[in-house]
């Protein structure tokens, strides 16, 4: 355990810096620097390295977090009381891309063992989804993947696993309303994920607004090399007698798909295949000190091996749009981010709120003021490569290099559209620690702390938090993830969260009204 007084600074500029001790510092502590704590500092708060005045910019990151709402002595605690948030960023007059960059140096002779799909993509697990069109077959959904996990899985070794794509939605909505195509987008984009095999298994009841046909129009299912259009099962169907028969048509269908999938084999693929989403929760603010930069510097090494990283939650990057901007590969790229940020705006106007309700209770108590000073740890995670591309809202990825996907802050809304755009892995940060899970692709838990890492050791798969203590550097953890990236797409290893069986039910962002 550290026992030696640290701080870390982020920009030689910044007037502040994090305490890294586990459980804080108390008044009086002296640093080999000199600096002596006027107050008690928690793990992860900041410090005034010098006198700051009423109405002075706090600086971290070289940015101005917020404004100090009272004189601030050298030495004390910057409790969040203390700072004054300053407004957001005007989307007008935003830095250009930058002309002629350098592209980063390609990454070469790195592969995994992946599934390959008839479409193209590539699978990292051999998965069967049923989806579902609407929410009122949840339950005899649920209830049939039990047996088929129990009675039919066993039967086919190939097959890692049966999920089924729950949702709330499909009636009692406003099926045809401004936004409605982001939902629906969603599903049939996430029933397309390389993780299934390129096969559809959907379930109906019947009389819902999402019919089987408009969730899967003709056609929205590439076919190539045989791939099926999407096999229906209407429970409604004046075939089925009962429940018990229902369930046994399920099954039934539920078992073709299963023998197709199983004959499927591994086979060695380019790293460029690999579609990772990367994405933080429960964030302190050593997220952006040790566990996104990590994370960042991973991007950065799939991006030169030729694989898709796409970075998200407009929630938390509006505070950092001028960084991002400047790093888009074009004009168009630079106002389709802008685009995103704009209806992200007017969203919070029609509700009535302000983006201070980000941060959360737990983002404060690990040491992040505002969402201006939690924008910019949070944007790190995206490395240093050009901005390829920008997706909305489910849509579907069509292109390699790094990529803004645009979703909500919420862990399990990103989570979802990730899955949809046809990520096949997912790398989380967390600070403070959430279970956070998805059932149709591996999740990689990054801590940013070493205590983090030590109380849920059989949680976390990295641990990031080295950096703070000086023990490994960001390059080491970044290579550490990259390699240990190829091993789970590969199946030779397997998360915390999939050794677990951790998963959370897919959360459908709907700006559409309810009916």
């Not at 990151?61 to 957001?88: C, K």
């Not at 429940?243 to 199983?262: K, P």
């Not at 030169?304 to 901007?325: Q, Y």
């Not at 390699?483 to 039910?505: C, I, M, P, Y």
Request: proline residues 6%.
């Amino acid at each position: 355990m550290m026992t030696t007084p640290r701080t870390i600074r982020m920009h030689e500029n910044d007037n502040v810096a994090i305490v890294v001790n586990a459980g804080g510092l108390p008044e009086g502590t002296v640093f080999p620097d000199g600096l002596t704590l006027k107050t008690r500092v928690p793990e992860g708060h900041k410090v005034a390295l010098r006198d700051i005045a009423l109405g002075e910019p706090i600086i971290r990151y070289d940015v101005t977090i917020g404004y100090a709402l009272q004189p601030i002595a050298r030495g004390t605690w910057i409790e969040e009381s203390l700072v004054g948030m300053p407004a957001a960023r005007g989307l007008d007059d935003l830095p250009q891309p930058v002309r002629d960059r350098a592209p980063l140096a390609p990454l070469e002779g790195f592969t995994f063992e992946g599934f390959r799909n008839p479409d193209g993509s590539v699978g990292t697990r051999n998965i069967l989804a049923i989806s579902e069109t609407v929410q009122c077959v949840s339950g005899v959904v649920e209830f049939a993947v039990e047996r088929i996990k129990k009675e039919l899985l066993p039967k086919y070794p190939n097959v890692d696993d049966v999920v089924a794509i729950e949702h709330t939605y499909g009636c009692g909505v406003a099926i045809d309303a401004p936004g409605a195509e982001i939902p629906i987008r969603t599903l049939r984009n996430i029933a397309r994920n390389p993780n299934f095999g390129g096969r559809v298994m959907v379930v109906s009841l019947g009389c819902e607004k999402l019919q089987p046909m408009r969730m899967f129009p003709p056609g929205s299912i590439a076919i190539r090399n045989a791939q099926q259009e999407p096999d229906v099962v209407c429970l409604q169907d004046a075939a089925h007698v009962g429940f018990g028969d229902m369930i046994d048509s399920i099954m039934r269908t539920a078992e073709t798909h299963l023998a197709a999938l199983d004959l499927r084999r591994r086979e060695t693929v380019p790293a460029s295949e690999l579609v990772v989403g990367v994405q933080c929760g429960g964030s302190d603010a050593f997220s952006g000190v040790t566990a996104n930069p990590a994370v960042g510097y991973a991007s950065d090494l799939l991006v030169r091996a030729g694989a898709a990283v796409m970075f998200s939650e407009t929630t938390e990057v509006r505070d950092g749009i001028d960084k991002l901007t400047a790093r888009a590969a074009d004009d168009g790229v630079a106002q389709a981010m802008i685009r995103e940020m704009a209806w992200y705006d007017e969203y919070l106007k029609r509700g009535g709120v302000d983006r201070s309700a980000n941060t959360t209770p737990g983002n404060k108590k690990g040491g992040l003021a505002n969402i201006t000073e939690k924008a910019m740890g949070s944007i790190i995670k995206s490395g240093t490569a050009p901005i390829a591309g920008v997706l909305a809202p489910g849509e579907k990825l069509q292109q390699k290099g790094l990529i803004y996907a645009a979703t909500p802050a919420s862990d399990f809304i990103c989570g979802t559209l990730q899955l949809a755009a046809g990520m096949n892995l997912h790398v989380f940060t967390t600070g403070r620690g959430t279970p956070y899970g998805l059932a149709a692709v591996p999740v990689v838990k990054v801590a940013t702390r070493d205590d983090l890492a030590r109380r849920w050791h059989d949680l976390m798969d990295i641990n990031a938090g080295r950096i703070a203590t000086g023990e490994a550097t960001i390059a080491d953890v970044g290579w550490e993830l990259f390699h240990f990236l190829l091993d789970v797409a590969s199946g030779r290893k397997k998360t915390w969260a999939e050794q677990w069986k951790l998963h959370n039910a897919l959360t459908l962002f709907n700006p559409a009204p309810v009916t």
